[in-house]
């Protein structure tokens, strides 16, 4: 069974730093792409990026690209979404999720809320 | 603002067939599969359809999905109460080398 979990919700002031994780199993990790999803409080769903944990080549949306930083470590079937300076409207749910090539997501993991509030 | 465009709402009784749209463009929808989701609120988007018009083990017949050109579409058939949520589409897009999702679309069981 192919399952995403994720880590758990955070709270932060504006400024920290942050890394969450998504930890895929029950299915070949390095042969499929893992992608974020940002999804803001009332809001639709935004496509951030996604990462080839193979070869760890990464693509961003325009929109994301350089506020975050996508990472993968393929030895422990985990993939990474990191901030190095939160801002409070970086406050949302985050969801990652299977990518079967460069397409459009099948699984999904049970999403991380993130809090950024002083 | 979303690269592929949705109705910000639909409506249905039930048993009714609801149809749900999703329009784009030459870069996306025409030259990529649609994918479309349920998301129940409180809950990880679902997938309901794939590569077009291919469904996932355990959703029932009652979704359906088709693509024409530069546009796609999402039909619920015999609505039920428990279809009430948001639908979204979503393709790859080649001009910007990376997926998009349509704004989503509530629907309500009347």
């Known amino acids: 069974e192919v399952q995403l979990v994720q880590s758990g919700a955070e709270v932060k002031k504006p400024g920290e730093s942050l890394k969450i994780s998504c930890k895929g199993s029950?299915?070949?990790?390095?042969?499929?792409?893992i992608g974020w999803v940002r999804q803001m409080p009332g809001k639709g769903l935004e496509w951030m990026g996604i990462?080839?944990?193979?070869?760890?080549?990464?693509r961003y949306s325009p929109s994301f690209q350089g506020q975050v930083t996508i990472s993968a470590d393929k030895s422990i079937s985990t993939a990474y979404l990191q901030w190095s300076s939160l801002k409070a409207s970086d406050t949302a749910m985050y969801y990652c999720?299977?990518?079967?090539?460069?397409?459009?997501?099948?699984?999904w993991g049970q999403g991380t809320l993130v809090t950024v509030s002083s | 603002q979303s690269v592929l465009t949705q109705p910000p709402s639909a409506s249905g009784t039930p048993g009714q067939r609801v149809t749900i749209s999703c329009s784009g463009s030459?870069?996306?929808?025409?030259?990529?599969?649609v994918y479309w989701y349920q998301q129940l609120p409180g809950t990880a988007p679902k997938l309901l359809i794939y590569?077009?018009?291919q469904r996932p083990s355990g959703v029932p017949d009652r979704f359906s999905g088709s693509k024409s050109g530069t546009s796609a579409s999402l039909a619920i058939s015999g609505l039920r109460s428990e279809d009430e949520a948001d639908y979204y589409c979503?393709?790859?897009?080649?001009?910007?080398?990376?997926?998009?999702f349509g704004g989503g679309t509530k629907l309500t069981v009347l």
């Open positions: 990462i080839y944990p193979g070869d760890s080549d990464t």
């Open positions: 590569r077009n018009n």
């Open positions: 999720a299977r990518h079967e090539g460069t397409t459009s997501p099948d699984y």
């Open positions: 029950g299915y070949s990790f390095t042969s499929y792409w």
């Open positions: 030459s870069s996306n929808i025409g030259s990529n599969y």
């Open positions: 979503a393709a790859w897009d080649d001009s910007l080398s990376g997926g998009e």
